[in-house]
């Protein structure tokens, strides 16, 4: 197996510039993520993560500016001798307007701004920072970026085919217990016969062949696959480009035991023999 350490990435910037964002999607992308560090315990975190986890799980630390003694800390942590894994500085930036309008959406006062006003804690923020803006190894200008925009440039530089691919989950479920409150789609399968009401298949489940054969063998269910996945298919390139990477597709009957699960097990092979990361969840199987 490969062992050679995964990344660390270092995120820090202006604040309101986007830190949180860029962790969120660094989470996304499989990076083990930790918020609000002081750069004192960098080493500590990548320790207890190279035990707990292995050296293969990339890490994403976010420091910002009230974490004390900021630049020595930080570069004390940043090279590979020190941690043993390859380490990336990131640091986000947008102007003055920009971080201001945001700091005044979100409601909060700077960090720094003291008894002053917002202007002057972003002013004394720039001052601080300056050292480590001029010594990252990124820097990205947020300023005429939207939430997706920088998502999608955060995917573009630290993530892999593996991690940028949507992936999809279709999960049956029996609408007597409710539908998923996660779904993105939700579909009824209650149109197809139930092989509930015949007797040798009631006890098995939409994973034996049998019942599979005779909920799939209906024309119905055939025109319905027919026409609901490439739907689906329709949509991943959507939701790429909108910078959502997880996609929840609901298959619905009685129970959740046959038709639902039937269908789900087919959706997820048509899906995956078109490229598409997908799986089957059946929340409700083995309920009854």
Known sequence: MDSTPAELVIVTGMTGAGRSTAAKELEDLGFFVVDNLPPTLVRDVVRLVDDSRGVTQPIAVVVDVRSGSFFDSLQANRHQGVTGRPTT??????????????????????PLQGSGRLLHGLHREREVLAEVRGDADLVIDTTNFNVHQLTDRIAEQFGTPATTALKVTVVSFGFKYGIPVDADFVADMRFLPNPYWVPELRPRSGRDEDVADYVKGRPSAQTFLDQYVPMLENVVGGYLTEGKRFMTVAIGCT????????????????LRSHGIDSRASHRDLGRE
């Not at 986000?92 to 700077?110: I, S, T």
């Not at 129970?255 to 048509?270: D, F, L, Y």
Request: glycine share 6%.
């Open 89 to 110: 500085l990131l640091f986000l930036e947008a102007n003055d307007d920009v971080l201001v309008r945001r700091q005044e959406a979100a409601r909060r006062p700077h």
């Open 255 to 270: 129970g959740g035991k046959h038709r639902s699960v039937a269908m789900t097990e087919e959706i997820v092979t048509r």
